[in-house]
């Protein structure tokens, strides 16, 4: 099938990769010129695992452009552009700009909205520009994006059913189950999808908090017990700094913000969102706890990313960390496999980096971490993410794991 594809993040790219694997004729377009320049050259701008790889593989069926008129002969267009947040509030101007720019150069095109927008927008979409909208939610996660794609739990369509039916076709070769409904209850479903995960991984954090006053208790173990439970299921239970990246805690502000315009509070979210807010502090506590005073400490932080395995930053809990370490008076290093920003006091070497540390906050889930337990390490470590082993270390403070005072 002809496929365009707008918007070339994460989502937009992993999506042309893998339809452009499916024998599909992809136009993959961006309004930035120098981005597509470098797909064009080979050198993805993208950090993601397996991604330059597929682009290359199929470098036949995937045209990079600037030019919206290449999309005049697509079938179907995939809108992923980025949807920010605007005082709280999503803001959808990369996506009219796009659906406008699209119209004027092929109005039969079947348009799926791919980016995370609050329902309603697809079918105000409609009617507003008098064109083919479906709503197709994407649930794939950065590090994780191509086999998200190729493998996902569910595959979701939302819009008139002669359309939604084309677009599932695309995505037949999933073999995942795929639920066609209206655009509304897909677009609801991202929402209601992201802020339930966001909302798991806040309750196991304030239960890690209560396991650090009880003894004998630890919250890896209680993760474990709860998640052997098909009901609660064991994903998503890791407890840690709090959740960050470009989709939880701007879905979740959003919805909030939307349903408070429909007259709802979202109260449970509300709080998950509270809950995650106050991780930052939670470490600060510990290491006041352990330290009494921040100011003058000199501390390794390993990792800056929002997660591991991406150099991405935006709304990373382990750059709040750090931020909030400096504020405190700390003296911080950064060690991090990918990330070198501007501002940060990075060190390349983690040997060198743990010179005359009086701590060290493990921030970001790198395997790369795991080395330390072999550094015969003397001084207080604080395993904000639970990944090392107890153990190694002399003085091992892990979050959700009981601490005497
Ligand atoms: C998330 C969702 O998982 C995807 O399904 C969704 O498509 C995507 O948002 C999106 O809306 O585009 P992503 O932000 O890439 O994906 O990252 P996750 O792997 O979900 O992790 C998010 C954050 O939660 C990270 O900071 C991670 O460290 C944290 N996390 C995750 C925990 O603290 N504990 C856990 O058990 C799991």
Redesign the pocket.
């Known amino acids: 099938m002809n496929i365009g594809v707008v918007g070339m993040g994460f989502?937009g790219s992993v999506t042309a990769a893998v339809l452009a694997d499916q024998g599909n004729a992809i136009i993959a377009l961006d309004i930035d010129s120098e981005k597509i320049g470098r797909f064009n050259s080979g050198d993805i701008p993208i950090f993601e695992p397996g991604l330059k790889d597929l682009i290359l593989k199929n470098k036949r069926n995937l045209k990079f452009t600037t030019d919206y008129k290449m999309l005049k002969g697509s079938e179907i267009i995939f809108v992923a552009v980025p949807t920010p947040n605007l005082n709280g509030k999503i803001n959808l101007d990369y996506v009219y700009k796009a659906i406008d720019s699209i119209k004027s150069v092929n109005n039969d095109a079947i348009i799926v909205i791919k980016s995370?927008v609050v329902p309603g927008t697809g079918s105000k979409i409609k009617d507003e520009f008098n064109v083919k909208i479906v709503s197709n939610p994407?649930?794939?996660?950065?590090?994780?994006a191509i086999d998200?794609t190729i493998h996902p739990d569910r595959v979701i369509v939302g819009g008139e059913e002669e359309y939604a039916e084309k677009v599932a076709s695309i995505w037949k070769f999933t073999n995942a189950p795929i639920l066609i409904t209206t655009r509304e209850n897909a677009e609801l479903i991202?929402y209601a999808?992201?802020s339930f995960?966001a909302t798991?991984?806040s309750f196991?954090n304030e239960i890690a908090n209560l396991c650090e006053k009880i003894p004998n208790s630890d919250v890896e173990t209680v993760a474990k017990g709860m998640g052997y439970d098909r009901r609660i299921g064991p994903?998503?239970?890791?407890?840690?700094i709090?959740?960050?990246?470009?989709?939880?805690p701007k879905?979740t502000e959003a919805f909030l913000t939307y349903a408070e315009e429909l007259g709802e509070e979202l109260k449970i979210i509300k709080a998950a969102k509270k809950t995650n807010e106050d991780r930052i502090d939670r470490i600060i506590y510990i290491l006041k706890k352990k330290f009494v005073e921040i100011k003058g400490l000199k501390i390794l932080q390993l990792g800056v990313s929002?997660?591991e395995n991406t150099n991405d930053l935006r709304e990373?809990?382990a750059l709040k960390l750090y931020r909030s370490l400096i504020e405190n008076g700390a003296d911080v290093v950064v060690f991090d496999p990918v990330n070198a920003v501007e501002g940060i006091n990075f060190c390349g070497n983690l040997n060198d980096c743990l010179n005359g540390v009086d701590a060290i906050v493990v921030a970001t889930?790198w395997p790369e971490f795991k080395k330390i337990e072999d550094m015969n390490i003397k001084v207080p470590l604080i395993d904000g993410r639970r990944i090392l082993n107890p153990e190694r270390f002399e003085e091992y403070i892990g979050i959700g794991r009981y601490c005497s005072d």
């Open positions: 989502v995370t994407e649930f794939l996660r950065e590090g994780n998200d991202k999808s992201n995960l798991k991984i196991i994903l998503f239970l890791k407890a840690g709090g959740y960050g990246g470009s989709c939880f879905d929002f997660k990373s809990q889930e």
